[in-house]
């Protein structure tokens, strides 16, 4: 039963990272184009804690982990840019 779940979970969020990659090559406005770039990367660290079950190497957690900060600042760093015309 877990491994059925989790394929189904593994397939889910690989299905969800191509709809909002294509998502973020067709959006028109800059912001939504952060927001779904954000969703991408949140996919992806999602994936990435799922592969880590998988292969029962903690390695991959902490990379998710650094993903997930470095796409967190980048964001912000993002929006502000675009409401502000700078970063800091």
Request: aromatic share 14%; charged share 10%; net charge neutral.
């Amino acid at each position: 039963m877990h491994e059925t779940v989790f394929y189904v979970a593994m397939v889910w969020m690989a299905a969800l990272l191509c709809i909002t990659v294509l998502y973020m090559v067709i959006a028109q406005s800059a912001t939504v184009r952060i927001l779904a770039l954000d969703t991408v990367t949140i996919m992806f660290v999602a994936l990435l804690v799922l592969y880590s079950d998988y292969r029962r190497a903690s390695y991959y957690l902490d990379a998710a982990l650094v993903l997930a900060l470095v796409s967190f600042i980048a964001t912000l760093a993002a929006a502000r840019y675009h409401s502000e015309g700078r970063v800091f």
